[in-house]
């Protein structure tokens, strides 16, 4: 795979070639776009510009794969999707976790009915960071931790509970020192078609004394499975019991992830990680935040 570099400088665009053995270097987003020698984009700047950066690739006829989080509003997606439908291109969110060894595991236990029906599912993500740069400008943003981050949570979330239907979230409201202006901190409660109900708390700004490590967990009808929460191992506890270590050398489930993406390129497919897959995980995003100001359950993509 021969790799090429874009940024708005081509001195920071070679810095970059010469970091990672690329093969060339382009001085503007737009000349990569409308260069012969580039087949796909990787769109790696903040999501403030995705919008705009994707359509432009999609214009010209480039496959695409986006970072997350995909765009910071439903309507920026949008103008993605009607652009992407128009080329009749391939487009896919970089979305990691819907790759890591972790969820496949938890998906097939929970497919064979090892805890039998999931009842509830609790996902913890805390930890304190130190916010700076565009992640501290509330208008580059278009939200705070729970959209930059926490739609990775989301997306795990619904990997493993299947399809949200209505959301409520909640934050706390004692004075403490935000580590950014936005949103920091929040704990969502997800309601599935399946009849599932998801917990997840995400936070910037909680000290966590474990170092990497934190646990979350699956409740079933008949088992459950405790689980690291990146994934370094999962405890089932049911039908069959298993200590599972889901796999470490594609942990973060990166390499999976871009094989995927240009497998999907060379044979013309939808990839996993569609465009309704991360509309599906942005409005769940949407829901939580317009729960803070209703006080109540939101529907999802209402």
Known sequence: ?????????????????DK????????????????????AIFICTPHAYHADQAVMAARNGKALII?????????????????????????????????????RVLRRHIERGDIGKPMFVELNNTKRSNIRGWRADEEMMGGGALLEG???????????AGNPKEVVAAQPS????????????????????????????????IIRHTGPFQLSKVYGT??????????LFALVLGKRKRLRIPGLVDIMGYRTMLA?????????????????????????????????????????GG
């Open 1 to 17: 795979m021969n790799l090429l570099y874009a940024s708005r400088s081509e001195e920071k665009a070679r810095s970059f070639n």
């Open 20 to 39: 990672y053995g690329g093969i060339g270097t382009f001085g503007s987003y737009q000349a990569a776009c409308e260069s012969s020698k580039v087949d």
């Open 67 to 103: 970072e997350k989080p995909v765009t910071r509003t439903l309507d920026e997606l949008a103008e993605i999707e009607a652009a992407v439908a128009e080329a009749g291109t391939t487009a896919m969110l970089a979305e990691n976790y819907h790759f890591k060894p972790l969820a």
């Open 150 to 160: 926490g739609v990775h949570w989301i997306n795990l979330l619904c990997s493993i």
């Open 174 to 205: 004692i004075q403490y020192s935000k580590v950014t202006p936005i949103e920091d901190s929040l704990e969502l409660l997800v309601k599935f078609d399946s009849g599932t109900i998801g917990k997840m708390i995400h936070s910037w700004n």
């Open 222 to 231: 008949e088992g459950n499975i405790t689980f690291e929460s990146n994934g």
């Open 260 to 300: 995927h993406f240009l497998d999907c390129v060379i044979r013309g497919e939808t990839p996993a990680m569609s465009l309704s897959m991360a509309r599906r995980d942005m409005e769940v995003v949407d829901a939580a935040y317009r729960s803070l100001t209703s006080g109540r359950f939101e529907t999802v």
